[in-house]
Nanobody, 124 residues
Framework: QVHLVESGGGSVQAGGSLRLSCTTS????????MGWFRQAPGKEREGVAG????????YYADSVKGRFTISQDKAKNTLYLQMNSLKPEDTAMYYC?????????????????WGQGTQVTVSS
């Protein structure tokens, strides 16, 4: 059973920063690809950042490159998303995900494990 718990969302002004956290088990961080996805009202869920937990390779959506950084702390079994220079268009529910290589490469599947989500709101 894969259990993902996100935290760290909130409301910030444009240009601000937030760090999201996703706590899980050691089994998950050593077995699966992990990533962050987001979904804004009326839009489809989209991949934001992915991480190969074994090798450390990362993938980013073009819209967040240079502003967001995905990382992990294996000792804490936690995945992070550092978000800088936030824009109003970054406003969405952010989800932690675990699964096969499709997660690392920002794809989705019925076999993806999802957290409950954490809301990020960026005001102009």
């Amino acid at each position: 059973q894969v259990h993902l718990v996100e935290s760290g969302g909130g409301s910030v002004q444009a240009g601000g920063s937030l760090r999201l956290s996703c706590t899980t088990s050691a089994y998950t961080t050593s077995t699966y690809c992990m990533g962050w996805f987001r979904q804004a009202p009326g839009k489809e869920r989209e991949g934001v950042a992915g991480l190969y937990t074994r090798g450390g390779s990362t993938y980013y959506a073009d819209s967040v490159k240079g502003r967001f950084t995905i990382s992990q702390d294996k000792a804490k079994n936690t995945l992070y998303l550092q978000m800088n220079s936030l824009k109003p268009e970054d406003t969405a529910m952010y989800y932690c995900a675990a699964g096969g290589t499709w997660v690392c490469e920002l794809g989705t599947s019925v076999n993806t494990y999802w957290g409950q989500g954490t809301q990020v709101t960026v005001s102009s």
